[in-house]
């Protein structure tokens, strides 16, 4: 594989804007598509918040690594682990479903970026669920559990229906308003997507 990357930068995996000579899989397709579902809720949804600065710091930075390749995707990485993607302050002016369907598909990427549980994390986590199983342990606390979210995100990375099935469930759902197209928030969207800054050295 070659030195570059084709690919809109906003919209490139974290995986592949961290390695540019990384193997394209998949999944990569699945993210860009999140980033891709993120990017328009950002710029193209009228909301109360001032995204600018978001926009530019989760999809256009990049910095140039010692052998010269342009590398970015910290943040994009720090929002899926820390449950923040897009932007978990974010509000529409008006409510709208896809606000919910982007954080649920994005939620599984929390494995895809986090380190594996130990395997002493795992022999506590099997004690755990054998514990819920005797209803003896809260499922929503076990739900809550680090090694629990991240066995559920791998499963569902590697289910390429989930996301279907998630996206046509959230389609079929009420509550999209009647007038839902876009309009450009011009704020957020200033630098077209396409465009990226170049920070060279520096990484966010």
């Not at 690594?65 to 720090?78: C, F, I, L, P, R």
């Not at 820390?82 to 932007?87: A, F, N, S, V």
């Not at 004690?127 to 809550?144: G, N």
Request: net charge neutral; glycine share 6%; proline share 6%.
């Amino acid at each position: 594989m070659g030195q570059c990357r084709t690919g809109t930068w906003q919209f490139i995996s974290a995986a592949l804007l961290r390695n540019p000579v990384g193997e394209h899989q998949l999944i990569d397709d699945i993210e860009s598509f999140v980033h891709v579902l993120g990017w328009i809720v950002l710029c193209c949804l009228p909301s109360p918040i001032d995204v600018t600065r978001v926009v530019t710091v989760l999809y256009n930075r990049s910095f140039q690594s010692v052998t010269g390749q342009e590398q970015g995707g910290s943040t994009k990485v720090y929002k899926f682990v820390w449950d923040d993607y897009p932007l978990k302050k974010f509000t529409l002016t008006e409510h709208s479903p896809i606000l919910e369907l982007i954080r649920t598909l994005a939620s599984p990427f929390y494995a895809r970026y986090r380190k594996p549980p130990t395997e002493e994390v795992k022999r506590m986590f099997e004690s755990l669920k054998a514990l819920v199983l005797q209803r003896q342990l809260d499922k929503k606390l076990f739900d809550t559990l680090p090694a629990h979210r991240y066995n559920l995100g791998i499963e569902r990375l590697s289910s390429p229906e989930w996301f279907l099935n998630t996206i046509q469930d959230a389609l079929e759902a009420p509550g999209w308003p009647d007038r839902d197209g876009a309009e450009i928030n011009h704020s957020a969207s200033a630098r077209p997507a396409g465009e990226m800054i170049s920070l060279s050295g520096w990484q966010f």
